[in-house]
């Protein structure tokens, strides 16, 4: 059996056996040079684990010219980063388990960090809760 966390919102108890948040997003206008450089982006998903206080498992990444797929796995879930510099557009992903974790401040570093002139990101909730 999992722990249960108990969180409160606005006088509301709500029950949870998993915490849950999916961050994901289109960013659009990157720096080409940044989307099809692989070292650069292994940098980027590293710094965005330890914005998001995630724990860093692995690291790896495809080279799919010109764009780059990255793929972090953390304990607590992945980061994904897939890019297309030919059309300065990139796909992100952050999901992640636990109440210490922060996905969104991880999302938000890695969209400073492809320097995206728009972004367009959604925040889903993917926890179990008590029944």
């Given at each position: 059996m999992g722990v249960q966390t108990l969180?409160?919102?606005?006088?509301?108890?709500?029950?949870?056996?998993?915490?849950?948040?999916?961050v994901y997003g289109n960013l659009y206008e990157c720096d080409s040079n940044i989307l099809s450089n692989a070292e650069?982006?292994?940098?980027?998903?590293?710094?965005?684990?330890?914005?998001?206080?995630?724990?860093?498992?692995?690291?790896?990444?495809?080279?799919?010219?010109?764009?780059?797929?990255?793929?972090?796995?953390?304990?607590?879930?992945?980061?994904t980063i897939h890019t297309w510099p030919e059309y300065n557009f990139a796909t992100v992903d952050v999901y992640s388990c636990g109440l210490h974790t922060d996905p969104e401040a991880a999302f938000k570093y890695i969209v400073n960090a492809l320097k995206a002139e728009k972004c367009e990101y959604k925040v889903v909730d993917r926890s179990l809760h008590q029944t």
């Open positions: 969180l409160r919102f606005e006088g509301v108890q709500t029950t949870y056996k998993v915490i849950g948040k999916h650069y982006l292994s940098d980027v998903v590293i710094k965005a684990a330890r914005e998001g206080n995630m724990t860093l498992l692995d690291v790896k990444y495809w080279k799919i010219e010109p764009g780059v797929s990255i793929v972090a796995i953390i304990l607590e879930s992945h980061i």
